[in-house]
């Protein structure tokens, strides 16, 4: 109606100030937990957004990293992972993954290399964080020695979902690595400099029509060989 008024735009301006983003993937077996533990995480409002083209689940979240604002998009399987395969564009410009394993099935445990030799096939340097998910169920798994990560020297976290523990700490964690592998990779070389790239187009484009409008001036300005012929002949 008329008289009604209409709604202000709201502005997540945490968002509107972020100095960086990155973008973290979730890897593992079928209910080992893996939206659990992000939603445990995200507890205080968090919003996931379906995407069904992609099979997969996407997590905002907006952190602060020595004093930086950073912007994550925490990337979910939402079910495709029972391939045991995911499609390339979930890897794609990836800064680091989370890997989890349900400790009360082995079969998760074991299958941990077929997504980390998926994983390199993409994403070769990325940090990787393996996880031990649901430990409320059996606090003694924490005592025992897993040598997939020992083997390979990546960092390994005991969580749980359920109950909140080590969960923060993981994603923290998570995100500190994502963002310092950013800015220390060439994929962060290849942003720059493919920006530079395109300014410089950009400057050679906005410098072409006055370089064609100065021409076009000197050619109007030109006589024709006709004229100075004619001109010549004059007494």
């Known amino acids: 109606m008329a008289g009604d ?3 202000p735009c709201e502005l997540d301006q945490e968002k509107y100030d972020a100095e960086d983003n990155v973008k973290i993937i979730c890897l593992g077996d079928s209910a080992v937990g893996k939206s659990k533990l992000m939603e445990r ?3 205080d409002g968090f919003q996931p957004q379906q995407l069904s083209t992609y099979a997969l689940t996407l997590y905002k979240h907006t952190a602060t990293v020595d004093g930086r604002t950073v912007l994550v998009d925490f990337w979910d ?9 995911m499609h390339a564009s979930y890897y794609h410009k990836a800064h680091a993954c989370i890997m989890v394993f ?3 099935r082995k079969i998760t445990y074991k299958n941990l290399s077929t997504w980390y030799t998926e994983l390199r096939e993409f994403r070769p340097e990325i940090p990787c964080i393996v996880v031990a998910n649901k430990i409320d169920a059996d606090i003694k798994m924490t005592q025992k ?20 523990t080590n969960v923060v700490k993981l994603f923290n964690d998570a995100i500190r690595l994502a963002v310092s592998y950013k800015q220390n990779s060439q994929d962060f070389m290849d942003e720059i400099l493919q920006e530079l790239a395109n300014f410089d187009l950009e400057q050679k484009e906005e410098a072409l029509p006055d370089r064609e409008q100065r021409g076009s001036s000197r050619a ?10 004619r001109s010549a002949a004059l007494p």
């Open 77 to 85: 399987t939402a079910g495709q992972e029972r391939f045991q395969s």
């Open 41 to 43: 995480f995200l507890m």
């Open 5 to 7: 008024k209409a709604k």
């Open 102 to 104: 349900d400790v009360q």
């Open 145 to 164: 020695s897993f040598n997939f990560a020992r083997k390979l020297s990546l960092p390994m976290y005991f969580v749980s979902a359920a109950d909140g």
């Open 220 to 229: 109007h300005l030109a006589p024709e060989s006709g004229e100075e012929s």
